[in-house]
Structures are given as C-alpha cells and as structure tokens.
Nanobody, 119 residues
C-alpha cells in the first residue's frame, strides 16, 4: 500500500524558512525518482522539484530556483524540501509523490502540508 505523509508546514513570515519532510512507504520510495509538488488556492498542482533515486536534483521550478533545495535519505525512506527566502506566492499545500512532469499522471496522493507565507 502506498503511503505518503508530508509534514513540516506552517505559518512563516516573508523571508523565513521551513523544512518539509515526506515519509514514504518503501514500495514507492526505493524504486522511484521523487518529487515535491504544490497547489495554491485556485491553481493547478505543479511540480516544484524532483530528485533521482540516487539523490541528484532532477529539476527545480524557475519560481523557486536558488531558494528551495530537495534532498532524500534513502535509509529512512524520507525526502526533504528546504525552503528559504519564502515569499507570499509560495503559499500552498505541498505534496510529495513519485516524480512526474505532469502531476495529473499520478493518482494517489497524501494529505499534504500547508505552507502559509504571510506577515
């Protein structure tokens, strides 16, 4: 059974930082490139960053490049998203999942973790 549990979200002021975590079941984590996605109110879910099985960054959305860093710990079946210099437009629910260029290709999602950037 696929399990994806995101955590670490919260309310942060502009310019602040957060670190998100994703605990995934071994069946999905061990054999897949992984990705972080986000969905802002009224918008479609989008890919934020992707990482290979070996831990190399696949890509990073232009909107977060230089501010967000994706990483993974295969021994713990856990992936992270370090978010720095947060902006109000980063406000969204953040999800982790297998890597896909099109989030609509993925059927099973966790509950996500809400990140709110506001003063």
């Amino acid at each position: 059974q696929v399990q994806l549990v995101e955590s670490g979200g919260g309310l942060v002021q502009p310019g602040g930082s957060l670190r998100l975590s994703c605990a995934a079941s071994g069946s999905i984590f061990s054999f897949n490139h992984m990705g972080w996605y986000r969905q802002a109110p009224g918008k479609e879910r989008e890919l934020v960053a992707g990482i290979t099985i070996g831990g190399t960054t696949l890509n990073t959305a232009d909107s977060v490049k230089g501010r967000f860093t994706i990483s993974r710990d295969n021994a713990k079946n856990t992936m992270y998203l370090q978010m720095n210099s947060l902006k109000p437009e980063d406000t969204a629910v953040y999800y982790c999942n297998k890597y896909a260029n099109r989030p609509t290709d993925l059927e099973v999602w966790g509950q996500g973790t809400l990140v709110t950037v506001s003063s």
